[in-house]
Nanobody, 125 residues
């Protein structure tokens, strides 16, 4: 059974940094996409950053380009999201998710069948 566990959230002031981690277990199929998504109160869940197993496909939402970086350590089955220059509008619950579709989509409704429990990120002004 695929399991995902996020960590690294917290509270920071605007301009600060956080690094989220997502430890994955329970699968051996290397053809997968890993994504970071976020959901703020009253808003829909949105894709933040994606990476394919080989690192060949990455995606960033326009709102985080240049500030966030997704990476992975295949040996540790862990995906990271380095978040710099954080803004109050980045405040949300952040989730990692895994998809085994052949194409990595940015929509949380497209193939992401496995989700972590989420980690809260709060950015104060």
């Amino acid at each position: 059974q695929v399991q995902l566990a996020e960590s690294g959230g917290g509270s920071v002031q605007a301009g600060g940094s956080l690094r989220l981690s997502c430890a994955a277990s329970g699968y051996s199929d290397s053809r997968h996409c890993m994504g970071w998504f976020r959901q703020a109160p009253g808003k829909e869940r949105e894709g933040v950053a994606l990476i394919s197993a080989g690192g060949g496909v990455t995606y960033y939402a326009d709102s985080v380009k240049g500030r966030f970086t997704i990476s992975q350590d295949n040996a540790k089955n862990t995906v990271y999201l380095q978040m710099n220059s954080l803004k109050p509008e980045d405040t949300a619950m952040y989730y990692c998710a895994a998809s085994f579709w052949t194409v990595c989509y940015s929509s949380p409704r497209m193939g992401y069948n496995y989700w972590g429990q989420g980690t809260q990120v709060t950015v104060s002004s």
